[in-house]
């Protein structure tokens, strides 16, 4: 079983920053490739960012580019989303997301999901 649990979600003012963790546990995600999606409300669900989780190779949507970084700890299991220059448009509940290995520029086919954290930036 893979649980993923999302925190560090918000209130920040625009051009601010935050950071959003993504606790996982399961037994190895040697193979996985990690992702970042979010949804507003009225809105369908937008892939954010992905990465390899034993590589490290990263993939951001071109909306975030140069703006989010994500990362990850191997040691602690965490997957992280470093967000910087927030504007009111990426207001939306943040999730994580993990599959079993794919390329990373693949944005479907994400196998667990976590319950989302609450991301507002106020204008």
């Known amino acids: 079983q893979v649980q993923l649990v999302e925190s560090g979600g918000g209130l920040v003012q625009a051009g601010g920053s935050l950071r959003l963790s993504c606790a996982a546990s399961g037994r190895t995600f040697s193979n996985y490739v990690m992702g970042w999606f979010r949804q507003a409300p009225g809105k369908e669900r937008e892939f954010v960012a992905a990465?390899?989780?034993?590589?490290?190779?990263?993939y951001y949507a071109d909306s975030v580019k140069g703006r989010f970084t994500i990362s990850r700890d191997n040691a602690k299991t965490s997957l992280y989303l470093q967000m910087n220059g927030l504007k009111p448009e990426d207001t939306a509940v943040y999730t994580c997301?993990?599959?079993?290995?794919?390329?990373?520029?693949?944005?479907?086919?994400?196998?667990?999901w976590g319950q989302g954290t609450q991301v507002t930036v106020s204008s």
């Open positions: 997301a993990a599959k079993r290995g794919g390329p990373i520029y693949q944005q479907g086919g994400y196998d667990y």
């Open positions: 990465i390899s989780w034993t590589y490290g190779g990263t």
